[in-house]
Nanobody, 125 residues
């Protein structure tokens, strides 16, 4: 089992940047594929990005490709999401999640077993 805690959200102007972190505790962080999701008010949770166990393979939603970068530091048990060129439509609660078994290319919420509590990112225009 792994516990996840996100941090780094806040109020940001359009065009700005923010770095989200997800600290993991528990066993074997490096054995989990890790993902970021987000949920805007009144909308369903949506996939943002996923990274494999070693950090050398990543995949992004089309809406964030080229602006967001997912990375991980297994020595620090931490997942990151660098978010650049923010737009008002990026406003959402951002969640990190861990997928313990199977392949790493996970884009659906049900494929993840563990979730953090979320961190709010609000982009002002």
């Amino acid at each position: 089992q792994v516990q996840l805690v996100e941090s780094g959200g806040g109020l940001v102007q359009a065009g700005g940047s923010v770095r989200l972190s997800c600290a993991a505790s528990g066993r074997s962080f490096s054995s989990y594929a890790m993902g970021w999701f987000r949920q805007a008010p009144g909308k369903e949770r949506e996939f943002v990005a996923v990274i494999n166990w070693t950090g050398d393979s990543t995949y992004y939603a089309d809406s964030v490709k080229g602006r967001f970068t997912i990375s991980r530091d297994n020595a620090k048990n931490t997942l990151y999401l660098q978010v650049n060129s923010l737009k008002p439509e990026d406003t959402a609660v951002y969640y990190c999640a861990a997928a313990p078994i199977g392949g790493w290319h996970r884009t659906q919420s049900y494929e993840y077993a563990y979730w953090g509590q979320g961190t709010q990112v609000t982009v002002s225009s």
